[in-house]
């Protein structure tokens, strides 16, 4: 059974006074469990008042992904979008951090028609997105509150969730809300490949076993080959030290991205982001900057994160002198290795699908781009026109795509 009721009289932001829920969770397992809904609207200094409770429902919840903690959500807003207006929905039981969101709250278009968007504080650079919350009971009944809070409020006509996973909290969200008669839509977007790396031992490779003995076999010989020009080694940065830190940046941008002007450096922007990711990483103790080196030059690096026995790989670089030895599987091989002596258990590739990586596994996870529509003629009209006359439409032009699978041998 799920009460509300409504409060007000918080302190207010930016002269908006946040609304207040308080909801009643009951549960037979747990007896009555009370949860206190607080919604606070304003900018990146929302961010800052809750940030230490944040951290640590990142670092015991069930969700073990870097992108969610509160660092990575002020380091968007600071470099893309640093007047918009943040809505931070938080869930306390006992007083305790239960649960927290952020969303922007924005006015645009959706196929021509003009909505009131919800939509998370992220961009393609931050890789995925959830609702953060606590462990197990609990973390349903922060979801559940979550959503009870959000349908409660008209001001909204579109909720916009991209790169989100199908186990997370926001996924269950647009459960909810179709069980509750909202119109919601949970689309396969794109897969990401990961590599689960096994226990050090005698016969452990640091790869998914059963790949095609042609690629293992090309790799030993690339690893020998280049190794006799010189030493082959893999050097470890959990600094974000101009040493370290620039030297990627150089790396990445002397080669194509720099040339198509997709490099981190060549655009503010994009820079300031990852200068304040990696700061925020190596004060909490995840960057992972990593280079392979053959005879003192630097020809493949990573900028990477290991947070909660995870390896994650933002981003990669190589020398393209090196192109006829493999640097970036020289790349990810050295760093398995290191992640076998570390005690990591997951290699995440992070990005879309791509031929190289297919190369190491075949084990992806689905992101999803999720939509819930307000109830009412107006969220219909918005759910027909993008699903059911888009479809048509790009059905007659020849432009309909069918939802991405996960590609195979």
């Known amino acids: 059974m799920l009460t509300t009721q409504t409060t007000s009289g918080l302190t207010e932001v930016d002269a908006v006074k946040p609304a207040v829920q308080m909801i009643k969770v009951v549960h037979q397992t747990l007896g009555q469990l009370w949860l206190e809904v607080s919604a606070k609207r304003g900018g990146v200094e929302l961010i800052a008042q809750l940030a230490e409770e944040w951290r640590e429902l990142c670092d015991t919840g069930p969700d073990t992904e870097p992108f969610y ?136 490779e640091p790869w998914e076993p059963g790949r095609k003995p042609d690629f293992r076999a090309k790799l030993r010989r690339r690893v020998k080959k280049l190794a006799e020009e010189g030493p082959l080694v893999l050097r470890h940065f959990d600094q974000a ?63 990477g994160l290991s947070y909660r026995n995870r390896y994650f790989l933002p981003k990669a670089a190589y020398d393209e002198d090196f192109r006829g030895y493999g640097p970036g599987h020289l790349g990810v091989y050295l760093t398995l290795q290191q992640c076998q002596q570390r005690g990591l258990r997951e290699f995440d590739f992070l990005g879309p699908w791509a031929p190289d990586e297919a190369e190491w596994t075949l084990q992806a996870r689905c992101h999803f781009h999720a939509y819930i529509f307000q109830k009412g003629l107006y969220g219909r009209l918005l759910h027909l026109l993008h699903f059911k006359l888009g479809r048509l439409l790009r059905t007659i032009v020849g432009l309909n795509k069918a939802a991405p699978q996960c590609p195979s041998d």
Do not use: M
């Open 69 to 204: 903690r509160p660092e990575w959500v002020s380091a968007y807003l600071r470099a893309f979008a640093p007047r918009a207006t943040l809505l931070v929905v938080s869930v306390r039981s006992a007083g305790r951090l239960a649960g927290v969101v952020p969303l922007v709250e924005e006015w645009g278009w959706f196929n021509g028609l003009p909505v009131k968007r919800l939509r998370p504080p992220a961009n393609v650079h931050s890789y995925r997105f959830d609702l953060v919350r606590g462990p197990q009971a609990e973390s349903e009944a922060a979801t559940r509150a979550v959503w009870e809070f959000l349908k409660s409020q008209p001001e909204w006509h579109l909720i916009d969730l991209p790169v989100i996973l199908e186990n997370g909290a926001l996924a269950e969200i647009v459960r909810l809300a179709q069980g509750d008669g909202f119109r919601g839509e949970l689309r396969p977007a794109s897969w990401s490949l990961y590599l689960p790396v096994p226990l050090q031992g005698p016969a452990a």
């Open 241 to 303: 030290g101009p040493d370290a830190l620039q030297r990627f940046y150089d790396l990445e941008v002397a080669g194509w991205k720099g040339r198509e002007g997709s490099a981190i450096a060549c655009a503010p922007q994009t820079k300031q982001f990852y200068d304040d990711i990696a700061e925020a990483a190596e004060r909490f103790g995840y960057l992972s900057l990593d280079f392979v080196e053959s005879d003192g030059r630097t020809i493949a690096g990573h900028f």
